[in-house]
């Protein structure tokens, strides 16, 4: 497993953009598929992003398709979620997390970083 801490997170109106970071002390982190979730009071954790290894390929929920980016520099051992155009219902605690190539599981959290976002 790797460390994963999150940063970024914080108030803000409804409209309005934040960038997270994942980051990782971890040497390899370019052999790990990166993803974000999100979960709000009472809701189960739910997918939000990933993006592979290399970079090239991503996915995103229905519910931030053209909203979010997620991207990666894997010189920075870093893993971004731009996050524009939020909504009230955007409000969650963020995690990232890593899948490692030999079992594209999602093994490795972080601890999370509190969004919220004021109608």
């Known amino acids: 497993q790797v460390q994963l801490v999150e940063s970024g997170g914080g108030l803000v109106q409804a409209g309005g953009s934040l960038r997270l970071s994942c980051a990782t002390s971890?040497?390899?982190?370019?052999?790990?598929?990166m993803g974000w979730f999100r979960q709000a009071p009472g809701i189960e954790r739910e997918f939000v992003a990933s993006?592979?290894?290399?970079?090239?390929?991503?996915d995103y929920a229905d519910s931030v398709k053209g909203r979010f980016t997620i991207s990666r520099d894997n010189a920075k051992n870093t893993v971004y979620l731009q996050m524009n155009s939020l909504k009230p219902e955007d409000t969650a605690v963020y995690y990232c997390?890593?899948?490692?190539?030999?079992?594209?599981?999602?093994?490795?959290w972080g601890q999370g970083t509190q969004v919220t976002v004021s109608s």
């Open positions: 997390a890593a899948a490692p190539r030999a079992t594209r599981q999602y093994e490795s």
């Open positions: 971890e040497g390899t982190f370019s052999s790990y598929a």
């Open positions: 993006i592979s290894r290399s970079g090239r390929s991503t």
